[in-house]
T-cell receptor, first 114, second 113 residues
């Protein structure tokens, strides 16, 4: 199993630019989670999907953030326009349906907005 | 909603000593408690988990205990080694929460050789 795959691993861009982060969950997992990690705020849940449908997006900080899951094997997190305070590590995780299922994390995308 | 508090935020031990990290949760309906280890620059990785129908679980040098009455659970690492140095996160979820984990703020463990 290849695990959760995220791309790119690193992204450096100037403020105002659009940023798109990508995630491929583990095959067969029907839950997908997007997290943001910073020193100040720790690990924050942004949004999660079940069977490609967004379930809870209450963690999305602003309208500048949007996420999609067009099919079971692909999800994107988009920031437009980006701001320096969006700099963080963004993790994607996936899990099976059911109570007590562990989430498996990808290697993350380290995003720096200049 | 659920709230998970984790203590201490930092912990320094000598190699070979034991380390204990404690978490409390607020929702008595929580029934699944995983622990994740995150090394510097790496992803969080599941190291052990426990469900509410058991009080203790062990895996080599790592053990987790759960006290449902007091609503707290702890991670125990024995015979610590330098490679145990990392940030450890506890989490909790409840039946019907659709897999949503509530994470603690993390404990930075440093094991000095």
């Amino acid at each position: 199993d290849a695990g959760v795959i995220q791309s790119p691993r690193h992204e450096v861009t100037e403020m105002g630019q659009e940023v798109t982060l990508r995630c491929k969950p583990i095959s067969g997992h029907d839950y997908l989670f997007w997290y943001r990690q910073t020193m100040m705020r720790g690990l924050e849940l942004l949004i999660y999907f079940n069977n490609n449908v967004p379930i809870d997006d209450s963690g999305m900080p602003e309208d500048r953030f949007s996420a999609k899951m067009p099919n079971a094997s692909f999800s994107t997190l988009k920031i437009q326009p980006s701001e320096p305070r969006d700099s963080a590590v963004y993790f994607c995780a996936s899990s099976y349906t059911g109570d007590g299922q562990p989430q498996h994390f990808g290697d993350g995308t380290r995003l720096s907005i200049l | 909603g659920e709230n998970v508090e984790q203590h201490p935020s930092t912990l320094s031990v000598q190699e070979g000593d034991s380390a204990v990290i404690k978490c409390t949760y607020s929702d008595s309906a929580s029934n699944y408690f995983p622990w994740y280890k995150q090394e510097l620059g790496k992803r969080p990785q599941l190291i052990i988990d426990i469900r509410s129908n058991v009080g203790e679980k062990k895996d080599q040098r790592i053990a987790v205990t759960l006290n449902k009455t007091a609503k707290h659970f702890s991670l125990h690492i024995t015979e610590t080694q330098p490679e145990d140095s990392a940030v450890y996160f506890c989490a909790a979820s409840k039946r019907g929460s659709q897999g949503n984990l509530i994470f603690g703020k993390g404990t930075k463990l440093s094991v000095k050789p």
